[in-house]
């Protein structure tokens, strides 16, 4: 039976924090994927019970933090997202990888969604399409980790 | 709806809080939990200080983000040839030059100028003491225009400072912390600068864009003086940017018919995105006890003991400003408004014919 450590978890969401706080600029920070939002979706699939909500939230603040932006909007962002992955959480990791590739595109779309809103609440200008780039980019960096042998699906193999 | 649940979850977990609270119940907890932050951080200011302590905690993970590009930058430094340092020696060199030459013309301006203000019991205009600091990343939120730079609290550096270069105004700090500070940039939607027109004297307000690198200089009406190439120079009246610095470049000015207001378009003269090092310099307060800060800091010092004898202030500024290659940065300090806010009475002047000159201007009112 397969066991997920907590060290491995928060071990990678903070190599996925420190991938946010790399000094991006220009068109890298448009195409920037969330590292951390990928990391959390990752790992609410594969043990969810000890990864969830309430870690997505956490996270999120610490998110809020490094961009410098009012508390609560990534946090907030995360947990609407983290709770529909964590509704269809168990339809997700039966599904082909192809398929999982589309929901998860569609969860990072439903984060920057919801942080649009939050942002044109407060007052923001809509950035075009162009804001929905990290979406893309995070789904092929989700294809290229599952290409390098990372997996949602509960492993047979033994760790 | 539980037996479901156990058939299908291989998860190893203690059977008692297999699951914790449903989804449900935690999201609605969460996002109440987020909308309430949310709330508090924008209307209330209670978070600011919390804010502050938490970046502290951050800092060491700033410092592994950043280390790579540091190391980057290192090391192509130690790599850079031979040719390319001497071809920058030289530049520097004969910058270094020119630049003496206009110092030493400063210097005597400065005092003339010192001389005629006493004798027109003028108000003695205001120093300014600068510091170098270094962009350590660009604002992670695409909706706004910011940077990071490495000098905060600690260096007192306060907020609402405003954020120079070698080429002209790039921001304001907005917000500091212990060891760095956040500069909103002058392209930023949330930030206005108030300026004048070089060629003019016309007095605006200029609005960032936000979404490409501009400026605009909304509701002047369609008929205004204003010409495309016209220089944009901060007009000191906010009491935050020093006069006569450098802000945009008039590129382009659209007058529609269905509209009483002319739209126009500039581009920031100061390098908004290419620029690694910063200058923060700051305008010491002349009546208020807040200038302890700048008074405290080393640079400070030597600038405030300047100010009995002002023609020493403008070398130290200048030195500071030469001492770093084109790409560098000023921090300024906000000032009270009340004391630069009669030299500029004045009427903007429409007539192109009348060329103010930032120190000459000030002459004829000093009379009235």
Known sequence: MHKTKLQTIYFSLLVAFICVLLPWSGTALNLRPDFVLLVIIFWILRAPNKCNIGTAWFIGLWVDLATGGVFGQYALAYTVTTFVAVVYQRRLVLFSNTQQLVYVLLLLIISQLTLLTVKIFSGNDVLGWSYFLPSITGVILWQAAVALGLNTSRPSRSK | ?????????????????????????????????????????????????????????????????????????????????????????????????????????????????????????????????????????????????????????????????????????????????????????????????????????????????????????????????????????????????????????VTDIQISADSPFARIVCIPTGGIENHKQVLIVSISQPDSPANSGAATHPTGNANTAAKAATTTKPDATQTAASKVPANTTLVVAPVPAAADINQNKKPANPTPAVATEPSTANKPHAQD
């Open chain 2, 1 to 249: 709806m539980a037996g479901y649940h156990q058939n299908l979850d291989q998860q190893q977990a203690p059977a008692f809080f297999a699951r914790g609270p449903s989804p449900l119940a935690r999201l609605a907890f969460f996002s109440a939990l987020s909308l309430a932050l949310m709330a508090t951080d924008s209307r209330l200011q209670y978070l600011g200080s919390v804010r502050e302590q938490l970046m502290v905690v951050l800092q060491p993970l700033q410092l592994i983000a950043n280390a790579p590009s540091m190391l980057y930058d290192s090391t192509s430094e130690y790599f850079s040839t031979h040719h390319r340092l001497l071809n920058e020696n030289q530049f520097l060199r004969k910058q270094a030059l020119i630049q003496a030459i206009s110092l030493q013309k400063m210097n005597a301006l400065a005092l003339e100028n010192t001389n005629l203000r006493e004798l027109l019991a003028a108000n003695q205009s205001l120093e300014e003491f600068s510091q170098l600091g270094e962009i350590l990343h660009v604002g992670r939120d695409p909706f706004t225009k910011k940077i990071i730079v490495n000098r905060g609290s600690n260096q007192q550096v306060v907020d609402g400072a405003a954020v120079v270069d070698a080429k002209g105004v790039i921001g304001q700090v907005t917000r500091t912390y212990p060891a760095s500070s956040e500069v909103t940039l002058i392209t930023d939607k949330s930030l206005t600068i108030p300026i004048q027109i070089e060629r003019n004297g016309l007095r605006a307000i200029a609005f960032g864009h936000g979404r490409d690198n501009t400026l605009d200089l909304p509701f002047l009406p369609a008929n205004v003086d204003i010409k495309r190439g016209d220089q944009l120079i901060t007009s000191g009246i906010d009491g935050v940017y020093p006069k006569g610095l450098a802000v945009a470049t």
